[in-house]
């Protein structure tokens, strides 16, 4: 669980990304877990955009992503979601 000041570094380092994944009306399957969880595992910070054509609600994606990959939603603005979680063999990110 991540504190406020935490939250605000991972927010800062979060500005200047792109997201990488795009979910679209197939919404989340099996396959694009798999791929979140390599990112996160990778880059730590990753993040996700929703389209608009998802029939599903942001948050509840937020949700479902945070629970199945044990990150932390860091952040969601509009349809764009910030995630975090420290990488297992190889952490970058030095937290607060």
């Known amino acids: 669980m991540l504190n406020s000041k935490q939250r605000a570094y991972l927010r800062s380092l979060g500005n200047e990304l792109e997201p990488i994944f ?3 009306k197939g919404g989340l399957s099996d396959e694009l877990l798999d791929q979140l969880d ?3 595992e990778a880059r730590e910070l990753i993040k996700v955009r929703v389209l608009k054509n998802c029939l599903e609600d942001e948050g509840d994606i937020a ?3 945070s629970e199945a990959l ?3 939603v860091v952040q969601r603005i509009g349809r ?3 995630l975090y979680r420290p990488s297992i063999e190889d952490p970058r ?3 607060p």
Do not use: S
């Open 93 to 95: 990110i030095v937290l």
């Open 63 to 65: 949700d479902e992503i």
């Open 70 to 72: 044990d990150c932390d």
């Open 80 to 82: 764009v979601i910030l």
């Open 38 to 40: 390599a990112a996160l």
């Open 22 to 24: 795009q979910i679209g």
